[in-house]
């Protein structure tokens, strides 16, 4: 597509529901990463993919958060139970390949638990 | 010592005037340097890249990269109102295929 396609736009979940938030990159865009922002607060990386594996995970805040990327096109990230502090907009952005280029930005998901 | 560091705002500037941001990043290897505007409840949008020493001129904007020193800096001219917001430096890491992010500089121009 012509941007970064993120879905749905704004989540309102009750604590201990899962979540699934979707992201679709830029057509041909091989490297693709998740970044967490709380309200005020910086860009928190959460994980890389380069194609459909994830060679850098180290940004998930714990076990409840997991991603995963199929076809080296649309991602998933899912948070398991989820918490309020899990309250912020996740961020998608894409890129050719790795840092060297910009990120294209997702419009995000507002995830707000109640 | 954070990867990236932009100078503290908020920074106020009066309509028309040159607002000044600047980053230093810690790893001499960085080659790819990008500046990124962020409004209130947006995402951010890349609008300035640069990778060679000196400047770069786009428009109100000028990115300016010095390696020696590692640091980079964003010049905004003749400021406007819709300037304001709040700026991102980001850096690429050589080692591990992705960029860092400053904190950010938040911005206001005064009408």
């Known amino acids: 597509g012509a941007g970064v396609s993120q879905s749905p736009s704004n989540k309102v979940t009750e604590k201990g529901k899962d979540v699934e938030l979707r992201c679709d990159p830029i057509s041909g865009h091989t490297a693709l990463y998740w970044y967490r922002q709380s309200l005020g607060q910086g860009l928190e990386f959460l994980i890389y993919?380069?194609?459909?594996?994830?060679?850098?995970k180290s940004g998930l805040p714990s076990d409840r958060f997991s991603a995963e990327r199929t076809g080296g096109s649309v991602s998933t990230l899912t948070i398991q139970r989820t918490q309020q502090e899990d309250s912020a907009v996740y961020l998608c952005?894409?890129?050719?390949?790795?840092?060297?280029?910009?990120?294209?930005f997702g419009s995000g998901t507002r995830l707000t638990v109640v | 010592q954070k990867e990236v560091e932009q100078n503290s705002g908020p920074l106020s500037v009066p309509e028309g005037a040159i607002a000044s941001l600047n980053c230093t990043y810690s790893d001499r290897g960085s080659q790819s340097f990008f500046w990124y505007r962020q409004y209130s409840g947006k995402s951010p949008e890349l609008i300035m890249s640069i990778y060679s020493n000196g400047d770069k001129e786009d428009g109100r904007f000028t990115a300016q990269l010095n390696k020696a020193s590692q640091y980079v800096s964003l010049l905004i001219r003749d400021s406007q109102p819709s300037d304001s917001a709040t700026y991102l430096c980001?850096?690429?890491?050589?080692?591990?295929?992705?960029?860092?992010f400053g904190a950010g500089t938040t911005v206001t121009v005064r009408a």
């Open positions: 952005a894409s890129t050719l390949s790795g840092g060297d280029y910009g990120y294209t």
């Open positions: 993919f380069q194609g459909n594996s994830a060679p850098d």
């Open positions: 980001a850096v690429n890491q050589p080692t591990d295929y992705k960029l860092s």
